[in-house]
C-alpha cells in the first residue's frame, strides 16, 4: 500500500540534512521520499541516514514540484515565514498536522520542505494549498532541515488519546499491616536513640503515624526500609558489631 503522505525536498543542498530527514521519515513510519533537483545527487550514501538507507535508496529524483507532487489531492508547504507576502493560508503546525492527518486518511497528501539556505521560494509556494510553520521565536524561526522535518513528522503521529494513558503501572500499596509494621520498627528506634522523651511520646506517636500514612510507601519500599532500620536497631543494640 502506497503511504499516504509524500515528502518533497525542494533544492536541498546537503546530504546529510537528507540523510538526517530519511531518519526521521523512518522513526515516525514514513517512506515516500521525494528530491526536486537536489544540489548534491551523492545524497543515497549520507551516514546521518541511520537505519534509514532504505528511504535514500527508493527515493525519486524530479526536476520539478509538478513531478513530485503529482497525483496529490492536498499539498502543503512549511516555512519560517519571515517577511514574505504569503497569498495562501498559513496555520500552526497543531493545525497544520490535524489537517494533514484528516487528508491522508482518503487522498494522497504532500509535504514540502525547501531548502536549507532560501526555504521555499514564492514561485514554490504557488504549488501548495497552504503553508504550516513550526512555532519558533520570531527572533531564531529558522531551523535545520532534517530537525524541521523530525518535527512536523512526530506532530503527523502524534495520538492524544495516547498521552492521556498511564505512562507506568503505579507500584502495589503496603498493606496497613505493613505500614505498622514500619511505624513500630521506626518507633523503637527513636525511641532507644533518645529522640523522643517519655513527655512528649504521645505526640510523636502521633505526628510519626501521620507522616508515614502521608508517604504512600509501596509495598517493596516498606520492606527495603524494614530492612534498614532493623539493620540499625541490631547495631544500637551491639554497637562493636559482634
Not at 494513558?165 to 525511641?191: G, K, Q
Not at 520492606?223 to 532493623?230: A, F, I, N, Q, S
Request: hydrophobic share 40%; charged share 20%; net charge neutral.
Amino acid at each position: 500500500m502506497a503511504d499516504p503522505l509524500r515528502i518533497v525536498l525542494v533544492s536541498p543542498r546537503n546530504p546529510l540534512n537528507i540523510g538526517a530527514v530519511a531518519r526521521a521519515m523512518s522513526n515516525f513510519g514514513f517512506t515516500d521520499l521525494r528530491l526536486v533537483k537536489p544540489y548534491d545527487l551523492a545524497f543515497r550514501e549520507a551516514r546521518s541516514a541511520v537505519k534509514s538507507a532504505y528511504i535514500l535508496q527508493s527515493a525519486q529524483v524530479h526536476e520539478s514540484i509538478a513531478e513530485a507532487v503529482a497525483g496529490c489531492t492536498l499539498v502543503a508547504g512549511t516555512t519560517a515565514v519571515g517577511h514574505r507576502d504569503l497569498h495562501v493560508p498559513l496555520y500552526r503546525l497543531e493545525t497544520a498536522g490535524r489537517l494533514l492527518r484528516e487528508h491522508a486518511v482518503t487522498g494522497q497528501t504532500a509535504l514540502l520542505f525547501g531548502s536549507e539556505k532560501f526555504g521555499l521560494s514564492n514561485e514554490d509556494m504557488s504549488f501548495c494549498h497552504w503553508l504550516t510553520r513550526i512555532p519558533a521565536r520570531p527572533e531564531h524561526g529558522s531551523m535545520n532541515l532534517g530537525q524541521a522535518a523530525a518535527i512536523c513528522l512526530y506532530e503527523l503521529r502524534r495520538d492524544e488519546s495516547a498521552a492521556a494513558l498511564p505512562a507506568f503501572s503505579p507500584p502495589e500499596a503496603a498493606s496497613a499491616e505493613e505500614i505498622d509494621r514500619l511505624y513500630m520498627v521506626l518507633m523503637e528506634l527513636l525511641t532507644r536513640s533518645g529522640y523522643t522523651q517519655q513527655s512528649t511520646s504521645t505526640s510523636a506517636e502521633l505526628k510519626l503515624r501521620r507522616l508515614i500514612n502521608r508517604l504512600h510507601i509501596p509495598e517493596h519500599d516498606c520492606e527495603v526500609l524494614l530492612g534498614m532500620l532493623r539493620q540499625i536497631l541490631w547495631r544500637v543494640d551491639n554497637p562493636s558489631g559482634e
